[in-house]
Nanobody
Framework: QVQLVESGGGAVQAGGSLRLSCVAS????????MGWFRQAPGKEREFVAG????????HYADSAKGRFTISRDNAKNTVYLQMNSLKPEDTAVYYC?????????WGQGTQVTVSS
């Protein structure tokens, strides 16, 4: 298993920025892809961005393209989500996920609130 701890959430005004961090521990050698998901109240959890742990190749949801950037620091076992030009509709709990051989592990989530 991989343990994930997110940080960096908070409350910002529309147009502001936040950077989320997710530190992985445990069987990190088994990680293939890491990503960020989010879940707004009353909605299903949705994919935001992902990054291949080895190649660094990235993938974004349409809602994140051009505003969010996912990156990784393999030496620190950390993945980041830089979020710019935030909108009220970005308000959600953001979860870090690690896809590994055998399954997917989740962090506990961090709240992001964007006010208009």
């Amino acid at each position: 298993q991989v343990q994930l701890v997110e940080s960096g959430g908070g409350a910002v005004q529309a147009g502001g920025s936040l950077r989320l961090s997710c530190v992985a521990s445990g069987r990190t050698f088994s990680i293939n892809v890491m990503g960020w998901f989010r879940q707004a109240p009353g909605k299903e959890r949705e994919f935001v961005a992902g990054i291949n742990w080895n190649s660094g190749m990235t993938h974004y949801a349409d809602s994140a393209k051009g505003r969010f950037t996912i990156s990784r620091d393999n030496a620190k076992n950390t993945v980041y989500l830089q979020m710019n030009s935030l909108k009220p509709e970005d308000t959600a709990v953001y979860y870090c996920a690690a896809d590994r051989v055998g399954g997917r592990d989740w962090g506990q989530g961090t709240q992001v609130t964007v006010s208009s």
